[in-house]
């Protein structure tokens, strides 16, 4: 079987690696992250960002780490005090003035796979699949074999097609002043999303934001995850083997998201060695992914290593991560499905604990990143979870982004408004429900959720996204009639 590896997609050498591994046992040891408690927001480690968010440190530290990054103390602080308190209008300023520093980070590396998978969508909600079949054969057409990133993120009202993610993503950051894009592909996917994005160029969303701000955004730094074969699933035995599909061919599929780390290390380094000192990772599919002046002032006045993004968990929060205090008494993220049972979860709920979680985006000190790159690769766990999709039953081999949180020591966790930060599309129900589609109709479980989500989508689109419903559609507003952020 394994000649079949042989002239393919999928990196022969590693998913032989990670396969004898396993079958030797290297992997017994890595223990699913046991939530000993689900911690409250403190404002202190946990902040609450949803109102009007504030950061107080000691005055010297503040000075300190403003002329670390070239910004004039006086400007934010004048008076001698031991310590100094900024509003977010002031976090907002300094913020601005960080974005020559910062660069913006996307995870592409995978196919729409459990995204336009039926079984998938169908489990999601039955009812609402039936309500929506069409809209969403229509959309999984579209989305199947390609990466997310480049199929549609929303539906418009008169029911066409809108930009895709990216398309949107490029566009704030055109329109935020954030210099540069990175991104990690996979070789499944890295030749069609480049080519795309070379028409992106002269893309009405933002073909006169290029030419404005002098910066080509299509030209993305990137780093190509390598694809790995899917395994035997738990029911064939213990000893795993490479799974094979009813037509005999080999499954390839990105090793999680958690790979970022290997496969940007260059980029990072690229980045750094252009002045960048501060990058966030994200996923393509969150339309409420976008730079943040407010959580960029604060992490680079504290001076802490990194921080997350977490809402408060709702009922369409079904794939993804959570926050916990883990079995060390450490803050971690603990993955529905692979490391913590959902039923876990469930229960926590029943008792009232306050489930934040996890908008898959992490804003990191690069300079703390660089130095520590290849301890973080190492340290970060491999997981196997069973599948069971269209292609059958197999297992995966991941490694998870956000459980390096569990690895950090010194970070702050963004308690965040889901419906500003975390517009996520793990399934076309997702898109379909944040779009607005046929809401009237909704299961009354789902309703108040997808006009919340609606709501949400349609704020960031006539803000950060600088668009205009005109007849049911949105259109970018033209860049002479916006108010750019210098």
């Not at 002269?202 to 073909?207: D, M, R």
């Not at 794939?319 to 039923?343: E, M, S």
């Not at 973080?376 to 956000?402: H, N």
């Not at 949400?456 to 600088?466: I, M, P, R």
Request: proline share 4%; net charge negative.
């Amino acid at each position: 079987m394994t000649e079949k590896l042989n002239n393919s997609l999928i990196d022969k050498d590693l998913t032989l690696h990670i396969l004898e591994r396993y079958n030797r046992g290297d992997f017994d040891h890595v223990k699913p992250v046991l939530a000993q408690s689900f911690p409250p927001v403190d404002n202190k480690t946990i902040i609450d960002m949803t109102g009007s968010p504030s950061y107080e440190d000691k005055t010297a530290t503040m000075i300190a780490n403003l002329e670390k990054y070239g910004i004039p103390p006086g400007d934010f602080i004048r008076e001698n005090r031991d310590t100094t308190k900024l509003n977010k209008a002031e976090l907002e300023q300094i913020g601005r003035r960080l974005m020559s520093c910062y660069s913006f980070g996307i995870l592409n590396g995978g196919s729409a796979t459990s995204y336009a998978d039926s079984k998938k969508n169908r489990a999601f909600n039955r009812a609402l699949f039936e309500l929506t079949e069409a809209e969403f054969r229509t959309l999984a057409e579209i989305s199947t074999g390609k990466a997310k990133g480049i199929t549609p993120a929303f539906i418009n009202r008169d029911g066409t097609a809108g930009p895709s993610f990216i398309e949107l993503k490029m566009r704030s950051l055109l329109l935020a002043g954030v210099p540069s894009l990175f991104q990690m592909t996979s070789h499944f996917n890295n030749d069609s999303v480049s080519e795309t994005y070379k028409g992106y160029e002269k893309s009405p969303f933002l073909l006169d934001l290029i030419e404005l701000r002098n910066n080509n955004i299509c030209r993305v730094e990137t780093g190509v995850q390598p694809l790995l074969a899917a395994f035997t699933h738990s029911r064939s035995g213990k000893k795993k083997s490479l799974f094979e599909k009813e037509n005999g061919d080999l499954l390839p599929l990105p090793g999680g998201h958690g790979q970022c780390f290997v496969t940007l290390k260059e980029t990072f380094s690229r980045l750094r060695a252009k002045g960048i000192r501060f990058i966030s990772i994200g996923n393509v599919d969150n339309s409420g992914y976008t730079p943040d002046p407010v959580s960029l002032a604060v992490l680079a006045l504290s001076g802490k290593q990194a921080g997350f993004d977490f809402s408060f968990k709702t009922p369409v929060d079904v794939k993804g991560g959570i926050l916990v205090k883990d079995q060390n008494g450490h803050l971690n993220c603990a993955d529905l499905g692979v490391a913590i049972d959902k039923d876990v979860v469930v229960e926590a709920e029943k008792k009232g604990d306050s489930i934040l979680f996890n908008c898959a985006t992490g804003l990191f000190n690069l300079d703390y990143l660089m130095e520590n790159i290849d301890w973080i690769i190492e340290s970060l766990p491999m997981r196997f979870s069973d599948q069971d999709k269209d292609a059958g039953l197999y297992s995966q081999a991941e490694q998870v982004t956000w459980e390096v949180i569990g690895l950090l020591d010194d970070i702050l966790i963004f308690a965040v408004d889901k419906y500003d930060r975390f517009l996520a599309a793990k399934l076309i129900m997702e898109n379909l429900m944040t779009s607005g589609i046929k809401t009237d109709k909704y299961p009354e479980e789902l309703k108040e959720l997808s006009l919340k989500l609606n709501s949400g989508l349609e704020k960031k689109l006539s803000t950060v996204y600088g668009l205009e419903l005109i007849d049911n559609r949105w259109y970018p507003i033209p860049a002479e009639k916006l108010e750019l952020q210098s």
